[in-house]
């Protein structure tokens, strides 16, 4: 009866969650437009940098007699008589430290960009635009979408209000129907359209419409085709690049207009705001905003300053704007949303778009130490380095997280069942399950941050706990995407649904399911100790950790239900325009104000 202690109250918690937290809106594009930076979230920014200095500094004062022990082992070659569960403990301890070496770097540099946004972050105000304006070329990007995708995005380009933009729709459809149904809608908004050959990526097809074109414009727009545009948004852009020669582009903010569709797409949006309300803001203060694939301008010669489009990854986005600062170019982030795109509404759908991302920036990150590793053509500055490392290793952070999350509650859970004594020199201070959870305190400093900061900024937490969920049942996407990243496995460029996307998750071969029956079994076991000895810290410890991720990891179960639901719900036919009467109208959301309390 012990061992039922833990799965019972996972079962409530999940009853809780799915009949009364998620039940409420996530209000996420309500609480983007309202731009909320209370005074006080600089103060917090530092009190937490000063946290996790100080917990860093007790956690190694707590292990040091076990590095001394370690290095004294390892220098008199004795490890090689070490047991079974100390070889464990060692190999356990030893990974656990080199992720949590990799997510410090990555927090304290979030830390530091938040505190860079919320201090130096600052609005640019468009000037008008002069009387004769610079012509701009839009392009709207479109391969295999469905009609009512393009049908969206075409009603509103038309409505542009700028005296000297041309709209083309660039078709790159494989699929012939789609082509030929996207051409048509064009014709019925009197747009033009380049067709151009699908040679596997968006980067070369933007690179042979602006070869095919061989436009004059000053200026490039690119928009996805999912996009409702803003009528205002080339007369706001435009000028800021006037204003500033050396601004290679700007990029603005994309919400989700489908973000309170289903669970899945509210957490998906809560995702993006992360990046769009935080660290955007940050880059865009120091002059190197990063390219996010649509809703920007983009200054024509310094695209060209840079051989156009970069074709080795499918962040071609990314990619390019790293080689546009590292020949100093600046890059603009304007904080306001101009287009409203189309989330993804089930689990499949949202790991085929991070399966993209996940490979593209990876590679990108590849390409960038690469690059700082040979210092050639010419010497890459360490902060653009760092800087961009950070942006496109966050995959690579997220399998760290994933560890130093999970392996030392498992083993703690082991050395529970083995009671292995690895050092007992020093006293009960070195037992291997003191070790394993030495980890938590800097780890729980780590992990609050963003509920704080974003809470601070107006989101529920709710949603944040959500997000948390789906990022953690995404890590073997992460994990086989990554991998294939970083050895520049090209694959072929897969375009983000817009719809449900049919088909079933086999739970038989998910991975998903064994972590978090690996998670449900050391829970157990955990669980049954602390009933048996409520005074044992340790139990506690470890049985708080383990639930935290296996509620995490039980979310794919939660999304993987809902994927089924909606689809059976909805007769199995994904086809219906499903954001289409979601829609909210763009104009409501363009005019932002900023509450600074």
Same mark, same amino acid.
């Given at each position: 009866?012990?061992?039922? +202690?833990? @799965? ?37 920014? !530092? ?8 917990? +860093? ?12 022990? +370690? ?22 301890? /030893? ?67 700028? @005296? ?6 660039? &078709? ?30 968006? !980067?070369?097809? #933007? ?44 990029? /603005?903010?994309?919400?989700? &207009? ?52 970069? &074709? ?65 053509? &010419? ?17 690579? /952070? ?46 729980? #400093? ?40 970083? +050895? ?13 996307? !049919? ?7 998910? @991975?998903? /399911? ?19 000895? @409520? ?63």
């Amino acid at each position: 009866m012990q061992f039922l +202690f833990y @799965p019972l109250a996972l079962l409530v918690t999940f009853g809780l969650l799915l009949g009364v937290v998620y039940r409420k809106p996530g209000n996420i594009n309500r609480v983007f437009a309202a731009y909320r930076r209370p005074r006080r979230l600089t103060q917090t920014i !530092a009190f937490w940098m000063a946290g996790i200095v100080a917990v +860093f500094g007790f956690v190694q004062w707590m292990r040091w007699p076990y590095y001394v022990e +370690f290095f004294t082992r390892l220098s008199r070659f004795q490890l090689g008589h070490s047991s079974v569960g100390e070889i464990l403990t060692l190999v356990g301890m /030893t990974l656990t430290m080199l992720c949590e070496a990799i997510v410090i770097i990555h927090w304290m540099m979030y830390l530091v960009y938040c505190w860079i946004g919320a201090t130096r972050y600052r609005l640019p105000q468009s000037p008008p635009l002069s009387d004769d304006p610079p012509e701009v070329l839009v392009l709207i990007t479109c391969c295999n979408e469905e009609p009512f995708v393009v049908r969206r995005s075409l009603s509103t380009v038309g409505q542009i209000d700028y @005296p000297r933009a041309r709209v083309v729709l660039l &078709e790159n459809s494989r699929d012939l129907k789609l082509k030929a149904q996207a051409a048509q809608i064009a014709a019925q908004y009197g747009v033009e359209v380049l067709h151009v050959k699908n040679r596997g990526h968006k !980067a070369g097809a #933007m690179n042979d419409a602006l070869a095919l074109l061989k436009s004059s414009a000053e200026y490039l727009c690119i928009l996805d085709a999912d996009q409702r545009v803003a009528p205002n948004i080339l007369r706001d852009l435009v000028p800021l690049l006037e204003a500033d020669p050396k601004a290679a582009f700007v990029q /603005t903010s994309q919400l989700y &207009e489908n973000c309170e569709e289903t669970w899945l797409s509210r957490a998906a949006a809560q995702q993006e705001s992360l990046l769009y309300d935080t660290v955007l803001e940050a880059k865009g203060a120091l002059g190197r905003a990063l390219c996010c694939g649509t809703n920007f301008v983009m200054r024509m010669s310094a695209l060209r300053d840079v051989g156009g489009w970069d &074709e080795r990854t499918m962040s071609e986005d990314l990619c390019t704007s790293f080689l546009m600062n590292r020949r100093g170019w600046t890059t603009l982030y304007l904080r306001k949303a101009y287009g409203w795109g189309i989330g993804p509404l089930n689990l499949l759908g949202y790991w085929k778009q991070q399966r993209r991302w996940a490979s593209g920036n990876t590679a990108v990150a590849h390409i960038v130490l690469r690059d700082f590793l040979k210092q050639k053509p &010419e010497r890459l500055p360490f902060r653009m380095a760092v800087g961009y490392l950070w942006s496109a290793g966050y995959y690579i /952070t997220a399998l760290a997280l994933a560890v130093l999350a999970t392996l030392p509650m498992i083993l703690t859970a082991v050395s529970f069942l083995n009671t292995p004594q690895l050092f007992q020199p020093r006293g009960d201070i070195l037992r291997p399950e003191w070790l394993f959870l030495s980890v938590y305190p800097l780890y729980a #400093m780590i992990m609050l941050f963003p509920y704080v900061n974003m809470r601070m900024r107006g989101y529920p937490i709710r949603n944040l706990v959500m997000l948390q969920g789906l990022l953690a049942i995404t890590i073997p996407v992460y994990l086989a995407s990554a991998l294939r990243g970083f +050895f520049r496995r090209i694959t072929e460029f897969e375009i983000a649904p817009k719809k449900l996307m !049919a088909g079933r998750i086999s739970f038989v071969k998910a @991975p998903q /399911t064994y972590l978090m029956l690996l998670l449900l079994a050391a829970g157990s076991v955990l669980g049954s100790g602390v009933v048996s000895n @409520p005074g044992s810290a340790i139990m506690w410890i470890g049985l708080f950790w383990t639930f935290v991720y296996t509620l995490s990891f039980g979310h794919f179960f939660i999304f993987a239900y809902e994927s089924y639901r909606l689809l059976k719900d909805r007769g199995s036919e994904p086809d219906a325009p499903e954001s289409e009467t979601s829609a909210v109208p763009a104009t409501d959301h363009v005019e932002e104000t900023s509450t600074r309390n």
